[in-house]
């Protein structure tokens, strides 16, 4: 089965660019790009780069970008900055702001400063999603078995629209790009939100399977993602969610839902390659999740799907208390090696090692027990629903 092949080695790549050590959303904004920067300096101090092929790159072209964006939304990711906004020069704030980026009014909430006018936003784009594209090239011309690129994963971003802190989509990016090379693309979401931008553009693709586990109570963002969503026309079962309330901890993710759907996704979707978003807004503690999953619990999602021996690209995406993320995607980065098992529970002195005062300079923080899942029962409920759109995938 599965979980026998395990164990094994994997040929990985690595992307990482100094320069989000830079990016900045603004005071008071929850994105802090600096988390990948941590989360380089963990994985490099526990000594995990020897394991890696790093992946130098050139950023992503326009042409790129284009490959997905629509051309006035990439000119205008382009040649807006926070000086041409303020200024409303050559009318760039209306521009701005009808593409989601900026300050937006919204009707329920007033103002939203999401997806900010921020210096470097071209750069910073082109960046991350230069990133994916070279992970994606990795897996396809089989130079590698497992590819990261922990500052990707940027799901709402839209054709042609900003939206949940994300600009540019580099996961549809890469995954049009394994399209070229693979017959059958899985996408698996286990950001705490709902994956909707890459859902959405292959809702009718049966190349591509989309698979979401988010939470879902009518309000938390995007609200979309529904049990009922499963896809349409060609695409028809060929996107799964999983919606969930808060509180969902280790017991009932994994065993109760991710384990046993993804096993059945792999069985009837077969897959010929894998990308992962590892949103760690779903971790316990963060800021704006809601969910109580431990490290352990998010590396398992990432062990399971990578014990199917298929090409595997690893994206990150959300993750809002930014000593947990690095924790995460640093052990994560362990799992994709295989050397989870070797690599120490204190945190090694890296430079940032003062951010993880609050979880006792530990690797695995500690997992509040007490505000675990509440809704037991709800959750075989949500299993027998998502097994039943998946037994209507081939019929
Ligand atoms: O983790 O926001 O709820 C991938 C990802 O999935 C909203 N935004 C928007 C839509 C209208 N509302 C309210 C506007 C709020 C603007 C400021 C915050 C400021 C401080 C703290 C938290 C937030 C915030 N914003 C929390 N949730 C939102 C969501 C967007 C969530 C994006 C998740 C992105 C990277
Ligand atoms: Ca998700
Ligand atoms: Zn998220």
């Excluded at 020897?50 to 382009?78: I, N």
């Excluded at 009837?268 to 390659?273: I, K, M, R």
């Excluded at 890296?350 to 997992?367: M, P």
Aim: net charge neutral; charged share 25%; with cysteine.
């Amino acid at each position: 089965s599965a979980s026998c092949v395990d164990g094994g080695k994997r040929r990985v790549s690595y992307y990482y660019d100094p320069g989000i050590a830079n990016v900045d959303y603004g005071e008071g904004h929850v994105m802090v790009p600096r988390r990948v920067a941590m989360t380089h300096a963990l994985v490099s101090s526990y000594g995990l780069l020897p394991d890696m092929k790093r992946l130098r790159t050139r950023p992503a072209t326009e042409s790129d970008l284009r490959a997905f964006h629509g051309a006035s939304y990439v000119e205008l990711l382009r040649s807006i900055n926070p000086e041409s906004y303020r200024l409303n020069l050559d009318q760039a704030k209306t521009r701005a702001e009808e593409r989601g980026v900026g300050r937006v009014k919204t009707k329920e909430n007033g103002d939203n400063y999401d997806n900010p006018v921020i210096d470097g936003l071209w750069d910073y784009c082109l960046s991350y999603a230069g990133g994916s594209l070279a992970a994606a090239r990795a897996l396809a011309c089989g130079e590698s078995d497992v590819a990261i690129n922990w500052s990707g994963g940027m799901h709402h971003a839209c054709r042609a629209k900003a939206s949940g802190f994300c600009y540019v989509n580099d996961i549809v990016l890469a995954i049009q790009r394994l399209l070229a090379r693979f017959r059958r693309v899985l996408y698996v979401d286990i950001d705490v939100h709902h994956g909707d931008g890459v859902e959405h553009r292959f809702r009718r693709e049966p190349r591509v399977m989309t698979v979401s586990f988010h939470r879902y109570d009518g309000v938390f963002f995007p609200t979309t993602g529904e049990a009922a969503d499963v896809g349409q026309g060609e695409g028809l079962y060929h996107a799964l969610n999983v919606p969930m309330k808060a509180g969902m901890d280790d017991e009932g993710y994994l065993n109760v839902l991710f384990r046993p759907i993804m096993a059945r996704v792999m069985e009837v979707f077969a897959p010929d390659a894998v990308v992962l978003q590892c949103g760690a807004d779903s971790l316990s503690g963060d800021a704006i999740g809601g969910f109580h999953l431990s490290v352990k619990g998010h590396a398992a999602c990432v062990a399971f799907l990578r014990s199917f021996n298929v090409p595997l690209l690893l994206l990150g995406g959300g993750g809002y208390t930014i000593n947990h993320v690095a924790s995460c995607w640093c052990y994560e980065t362990a799992v994709a090696v295989g050397k989870e098992k070797e690599i120490p529970d204190d945190i090694p002195y890296h430079g940032y090692e003062h951010y993880y005062k609050d979880q006792g300079y530990k690797l695995h923080y500690a997992v509040d027990k007490k505000n675990g899942r509440k809704d037991v029962s709800g959750l075989e409920k949500i299993k027998q629903d998502a097994l039943k759109n998946l037994s209507m995938l081939r019929p």
